[in-house]
């Protein structure tokens, strides 16, 4: 009887300790073996193979411990996939709390106003931690994972800042600039001018993108989109420099020559009337609006005054004087 006693005094012992250690261990800040460690959890990891991941980047404690602690704590199939990153200071509540929450570090690509899809693909290829997935994947192959096979790229992706997890994929990102895009035009079109010439929404996606290299300030963007109106409705060339240049791709070394003007190509509004066959950068939501709900104006000319401003004129002769005082510097 005595020696039973003494082994359940033991037990009891050794249940006391443990527990004064667990809860020792539980709270105390986990050792790092540098300033920030990070982890990425793939959906489907084993509560085990996460605590590993943790001790393989730079977590210095016992992996079964961690494990232990996941599985003890009931709220192992909770983790949630992610890409986490901890500093010093955090204990292992702190650790499985994060990753119960969600709270992945997160990074950010910018997509800017006027980018050409071009310029967008290389912004993502050089984003940090950014999976490229679509690096080997023409732009039509791209369309076509985003489920709108036989559409052209330019225009389609809505210029902003996005979020995401690191380790993600670069047509996650695609896809969301491509919905925020459809949505943004969607919006757009519903609050269109009643007696607006454009036919969709997809000429206002066009004429938008134009607007968007066209003007060098916010204020100057419903008066540049009225001009544009004003010629469509009476069947005048745009004569638009950025769909020239557009439309030289590559070719363009930055100069417009005269004969660039005369070249003409589908996107040479100088030689064809009408809108371009595809938008010719990515427009954001203030050009959206404005191609859609133009500044009424007796304007059909305007010109760059140097300063981002745009002079603008009813007549052609007036115009001309406006080129010669802002362009070539004469009275």
């Known amino acids: 009887m005595k020696s039973w006693r003494v082994l359940a005094a033991l037990v009891l012992l050794a249940v006391v300790t443990a527990a004064g250690f667990g809860a020792w261990w539980l709270n105390r800040p986990l050792l790092l073996a540098a300033d920030s460690v990070e982890v990425s959890v793939e959906p ?12 393989q980047a730079g977590v210095r404690a016992s992996p079964t411990l961690l494990y232990e602690w996941f599985r003890w704590s009931g709220q192992s199939r909770k983790i949630r996939a992610g890409s986490y990153e901890i500093g010093p200071g955090v204990t292992p509540i702190m650790l499985l709390d994060k990753m119960v929450r969600g709270d992945e570090t997160l990074a950010v690509v910018r997509l800017v106003e006027g980018w050409t899809f071009r310029q967008f693909r290389a912004e993502l ?16 192959q791209i369309m076509q994972a985003l489920g709108a096979p036989g559409v052209a790229p330019e225009g389609r992706f809505h210029p902003d ?10 047509l996650a990102v695609l896809k969301r ?7 943004r035009l969607d919006a757009a079109w519903q609050q269109r001018a009643p007696d607006t010439p454009l036919q969709s929404a997809d000429d206002a996606l066009v004429l938008a993108s134009i607007v968007e290299k066209e003007t060098g300030i916010g204020a100057d963007r419903g008066r540049v989109a009225g001009v544009f109106m004003n010629r469509l409705r009476l069947g005048m060339p745009l004569q638009t420099d950025p769909t020239v240049i557009y439309g030289l791709g590559p070719a363009f070394d930055g100069n417009l020559r005269k004969r660039d003007l005369l070249a003409d190509t589908p996107f040479n509004t100088y030689t064809r009337t009408g809108l371009p066959p595809t938008p010719i950068a990515m427009p954001g939501k203030a050009a959206l609006l404005a191609a859609v709900h133009p500044e009424p104006t007796k304007a059909l000319y305007f010109v760059a005054r140097g300063d981002g ?14 080129v010669n005082r802002y362009q070539r510097h004469s009275k």
């Open 44 to 55: 489907g990891t084993a509560p085990r193979e996460i605590a590993q991941a943790w001790v």
């Open 125 to 140: 290829a050089k984003a940090d931690a950014l999976k490229p997935n679509t690096a080997n994947l023409s732009d039509e």
């Open 161 to 170: 800042t996005y979020a995401y997890s690191k380790g993600s994929s670069d």
């Open 177 to 183: 600039a491509y919905r925020a895009m459809q949505q």
């Open 309 to 322: 401003s745009s002079e603008f004129s009813d007549t052609l002769a007036d115009h001309n004087r406006a």
